[in-house]
């Protein structure tokens, strides 16, 4: 079987964003430390990206229709890895809170239009 370079990038996106959305719940009592909150407050950095992803995919599904789907999900991608970037350097509670939600955009409407092209590259059978 040949490898799909295609596919295998989108596969990497939809784990790194997989990961992304689910690491943290493990580390909360250590981001809560780091941070200087307490768990429960730590634990919003979970439900801001539940919420952003609910708000953030059907308006960036809908503001982002007409562009290209490979332009579109590179420009995904991009966000994505600027959220992470801030996410890692962020030194406060709120820059941390922000890189999530900001993160959290890209993740339905990645998975929507990935799942549309990675249909479009394997054959029908």
Avoid at 26 to 39: M, N, Q, T
Avoid at 57 to 74: F, H, Q
Avoid at 91 to 102: K, P, W
Wanted: net charge positive; charged share 5%; glycine share 14%.
């Amino acid at each position: 079987m040949k490898l799909n370079p295609g596919l295998l990038a989108l596969s990497v996106g939809a784990f790194g964003i997989g990961v992304t959305e689910f690491a943290p719940m493990g580390l909360l009592p250590v981001i809560a430390s780091d941070l200087g909150v307490p768990i429960p407050t730590a634990g919003l950095l979970i439900s801001a990206y539940a919420l952003g992803v609910m708000i953030g995919a059907p308006l960036m599904t809908l503001t982002t229709g007409r562009v290209p789907r490979r332009t579109l999900l590179i420009a995904l991608a991009a966000i994505f890895t600027l959220g992470n970037l801030m996410a890692a350097m962020s030194g406060s509670y709120g820059m941390l809170l922000g890189a999530r939600v900001l993160t959290s955009f890209n993740h339905g409407a990645f998975f929507g239009v990935g799942s549309v092209v990675a249909a479009s590259l394997v054959p029908p059978q």
